[in-house]
Protein backbone atom coordinates (compact mmCIF):
# COMPACT_ATOMS: atom_id res chain seq x y z
CA UNK A 1 0.00 0.00 0.00
CA UNK A 2 1.49 3.17 -0.76
CA UNK A 3 1.98 5.75 2.22
CA UNK A 4 0.03 8.60 1.49
CA UNK A 5 2.23 10.78 4.12
CA UNK A 6 5.67 10.03 1.95
CA UNK A 7 3.78 10.38 -1.44
CA UNK A 8 2.53 14.36 -0.01
CA UNK A 9 5.49 14.78 1.96
CA UNK A 10 8.00 13.98 -0.81
CA UNK A 11 5.95 15.18 -3.65
CA UNK A 12 8.42 17.15 -5.88
CA UNK A 13 11.27 14.62 -5.55
CA UNK A 14 8.65 11.83 -6.40
CA UNK A 15 6.94 13.92 -8.92
CA UNK A 16 10.70 13.78 -10.62
CA UNK A 17 10.91 10.34 -10.31
CA UNK A 18 7.46 9.85 -12.41
CA UNK A 19 8.28 12.27 -15.13
CA UNK A 20 11.88 10.26 -15.60
CA UNK A 21 9.74 7.21 -15.68
CA UNK A 22 6.75 8.66 -18.10
CA UNK A 23 8.05 11.86 -19.83
CA UNK A 24 4.65 12.33 -21.49
CA UNK A 25 3.15 13.70 -18.20
CA UNK A 26 2.57 17.29 -18.47
CA UNK A 27 2.69 20.33 -15.98
CA UNK A 28 -1.18 19.78 -15.23
CA UNK A 29 -1.33 16.39 -15.24
CA UNK A 30 0.52 16.96 -12.24
CA UNK A 31 -0.84 19.84 -11.02
CA UNK A 32 -4.24 17.83 -10.86
CA UNK A 33 -2.65 15.61 -8.15
CA UNK A 34 -4.32 16.46 -5.14
CA UNK A 35 -2.53 14.11 -2.61
CA UNK A 36 -4.87 11.08 -3.45
CA UNK A 37 -2.38 8.14 -4.75
CA UNK A 38 -5.21 6.32 -6.71
CA UNK A 39 -5.53 9.85 -8.21
CA UNK A 40 -1.80 10.30 -9.61
CA UNK A 41 -2.88 6.60 -10.62
CA UNK A 42 -5.22 7.47 -12.50
CA UNK A 43 -4.08 10.09 -14.24
CA UNK A 44 -0.57 8.32 -14.97
CA UNK A 45 -3.25 5.29 -16.82
CA UNK A 46 -5.27 7.56 -19.08
CA UNK A 47 -2.07 10.03 -20.28
CA UNK A 48 -0.02 6.36 -20.65
CA UNK A 49 -2.09 3.38 -20.66
CA UNK A 50 0.25 1.19 -19.15
CA UNK A 51 -1.80 -1.02 -16.77
CA UNK A 52 -2.59 -0.05 -12.97
CA UNK A 53 -0.67 -2.42 -11.55
CA UNK A 54 2.49 -1.56 -13.28
CA UNK A 55 1.86 2.12 -12.25
CA UNK A 56 1.00 1.16 -8.68
CA UNK A 57 4.19 -1.06 -8.31
CA UNK A 58 6.67 1.65 -9.73
CA UNK A 59 5.15 4.55 -7.40
CA UNK A 60 5.23 1.91 -4.24
CA UNK A 61 9.02 1.56 -4.99
CA UNK A 62 9.33 4.96 -5.61
CA UNK A 63 7.63 5.80 -2.22
CA UNK A 64 9.66 3.41 -0.60
CA UNK A 65 13.21 4.81 -1.83
CA UNK A 66 12.21 8.27 -1.28
CA UNK A 67 11.02 7.34 2.92
CA UNK A 68 14.29 5.34 3.32
CA UNK A 69 16.18 8.56 2.04
CA UNK A 70 14.15 10.45 4.15
CA UNK A 71 14.86 8.17 7.13
CA UNK A 72 18.20 7.66 7.10
CA UNK A 73 18.90 11.63 6.54
CA UNK A 74 16.83 12.12 9.94
CA UNK A 75 19.15 9.70 11.48
CA UNK A 76 21.87 11.28 10.23
CA UNK A 77 20.36 14.73 11.70
CA UNK A 78 19.58 12.82 14.96
CA UNK A 79 22.83 11.90 15.28
CA UNK A 80 25.02 15.22 14.59
CA UNK A 81 22.05 16.86 17.26
CA UNK A 82 23.26 14.62 19.94
CA UNK A 83 27.40 14.47 19.11
CA UNK A 84 26.77 18.61 19.24
CA UNK A 85 24.09 18.25 22.22
CA UNK A 86 27.14 15.91 23.80
CA UNK A 87 30.10 18.67 22.70
CA UNK A 88 28.60 21.49 24.05
CA UNK A 89 27.62 19.99 27.36
CA UNK A 90 31.04 19.24 27.48
CA UNK A 91 32.23 22.55 26.96
CA UNK A 92 29.49 23.97 29.44
CA UNK A 93 31.52 21.52 32.30
CA UNK A 94 34.67 22.92 30.77
CA UNK A 95 33.71 26.43 31.35
CA UNK A 96 31.99 26.09 34.61
CA UNK A 97 35.17 24.03 35.90
CA UNK A 98 37.26 27.28 34.61
CA UNK A 99 35.16 29.44 36.28
CA UNK A 100 35.28 27.05 39.27
CA UNK A 101 39.03 27.12 39.27
CA UNK A 102 39.58 31.11 38.59
CA UNK A 103 36.96 31.52 42.16
CA UNK A 104 39.31 29.41 44.10
CA UNK A 105 42.15 30.92 43.11
CA UNK A 106 40.92 34.77 44.16
CA UNK A 107 39.50 33.31 47.12
CA UNK A 108 42.93 31.69 47.99
CA UNK A 109 44.78 35.25 47.32
CA UNK A 110 42.17 36.97 49.83
CA UNK A 111 42.73 34.61 52.45
CA UNK A 112 46.55 34.59 51.80
CA UNK A 113 47.16 38.35 51.36
CA UNK A 114 44.17 40.02 53.00
CA UNK A 115 46.00 43.63 53.07
CA UNK A 116 47.09 43.52 49.15
CA UNK A 117 43.41 42.13 48.69
CA UNK A 118 42.24 45.31 50.23
CA UNK A 119 45.00 47.71 48.45
CA UNK A 120 43.64 45.89 45.28
CA UNK A 121 39.61 46.91 45.82
CA UNK A 122 40.30 50.14 47.23
CA UNK A 123 42.74 51.02 43.43
CA UNK A 124 39.84 49.21 41.35
CA UNK A 125 37.09 51.59 43.04
CA UNK A 126 39.40 54.86 42.97
CA UNK A 127 39.77 54.07 38.92
CA UNK A 128 35.58 52.82 38.86
CA UNK A 129 34.88 56.59 40.54
CA UNK A 130 37.20 57.96 38.06
CA UNK A 131 35.88 56.83 35.36
CA UNK A 132 32.22 57.53 36.23
CA UNK A 133 33.10 60.79 36.86
CA UNK A 134 34.55 61.33 33.69
CA UNK A 135 31.66 59.46 32.02
CA UNK A 136 28.76 61.78 33.87
CA UNK A 137 30.80 65.19 33.65
CA UNK A 138 29.04 67.61 31.86
Known sequence: MIDQLVLEGNWNEIEGKLRQKWGQLTDDDVLQFRGDAQEIIGIIQRRTG?????????????????????GTAAEAIRDVTQHAGEALQQKAQQAADGVRAGYDGAERFVRDRPAESLAVCFGIGVITGVVVAWWLRP
Do not use: F, N, P
Not at 50 to 70: F, G, K, M, P, Y
Open 50 to 70: EAREAIEQHLQEVCDRVASTS
